[in-house]
């Protein structure tokens, strides 16, 4: 008697991999030195000028807490010099133009660079820093401690307005910082973001971009900061948001920002030292050139 024996069906096969094999960009791991000697050397070759990086972005992308984490790897300590808001919410923590400096080894000192960082794009008309504030911050026409208006832009003859930037007041370098686990950026956010790119681009002032929340967009890279470049999440990621704005892939640098940690981390300090020392050389290029 013969039964109608049928061969066990094969494993399915296993899920595709998150990672890709080799990493799509090299950097190096481990040992920071030359990077932070590289800055703590670092003079501009305009020695009129100090170089200022302005960063704008979303509400809530972690504009502030970038500049905190800069800090903290450049003080090789955990510091608090830029209030940071630790609720995310869809209003602006941030509502004054104020200039970063950030305190060098001995007294007095400070790195010949700054950061500002401004009100962040809300979606529609009135809510957020306008872009014609931005326009007037990237010449230096913005003074510090300017309270941004969202519903009137600053004008010459207004308190907060500098008639005559120097070469210092104006903007080097202009950084979009947005989060790479947020959702679908809004279609009107996305239209501001361009407006101030392409003022910066007639301006010739040089771009880049951070992609913050890597940790909490991609759980390869949350066990692991080495799997950034390794990780197919976030380089689609940084693919759709190069497209969406027009920044090239080369000029977009994924980071960690410091937030629960209460110790430096080594990975977190590459991340963020490779991203600074290029925002510090292309923006050193463009005040030669004043």
Not at 207 to 231: F, M, P, W
Request: glycine share 8%; with cysteine.
């Amino acid at each position: 008697m013969g039964g109608n024996s049928s061969a066990p069906s094969p494993p399915p096969p296993p899920p595709p991999s998150p990672l890709l094999r080799t990493a799509w960009r090299e950097i190096t791991w481990g040992d920071n030195s030359d990077a932070l000697q590289y800055l703590k050397e670092f003079q501009p070759q305009n020695e009129e000028a100090t170089i200022r990086v302005l960063l704008y972005g979303p509400v809530g992308v972690g504009k502030s807490s970038f500049i905190n984490s800069v800090n903290n790897v450049l003080q090789g300590r955990m510091t608090n010099e830029s209030l940071a808001s630790a609720t995310t919410s869809d209003q602006s923590f941030t509502k004054i133009y104020k200039t970063h400096k950030i305190r060098k080894e001995g007294r007095g000192n400070f790195y010949p660079f700054v950061f500002n960082d401004i009100m962040g794009l809300e979606d529609g008309d009135g809510r957020g820093v306008r872009t014609e504030d931005i326009k007037l911050a990237l010449e230096g026409h913005v003074k510090d401690r300017y309270k941004f208006n969202p519903v009137s832009s600053l004008c010459d003859g207004d308190h907060g307005y500098n008639s005559s930037p120097s070469i210092s007041d104006r903007v080097h370098v202009l950084v979009c910082i947005y989060d790479a686990n947020a959702p679908q950026m809004k279609d009107s956010v996305l239209q501001k973001m361009r407006e101030i790119r392409e003022a910066a681009s007639e301006l010739g002032i040089p771009q880049l971009a951070i992609l913050t929340h890597i940790d909490a967009a991609c759980g390869e890279t949350e066990k692991n900061l080495r799997n950034v470049y390794r990780s197919k999440h976030l380089k689609k990621k940084m693919g759709d948001f190069s497209s969406s704005l027009g920044i090239p892939m080369n000029c977009i640098f994924p980071v960690k920002n410091y937030s629960h940690e209460t110790q430096l981390n080594s990975d977190v300090d590459t991340l963020i030292l490779n991203a600074l020392k290029l925002i510090i050389d292309f923006g050193d290029d463009y005040a030669d050139k004043l």
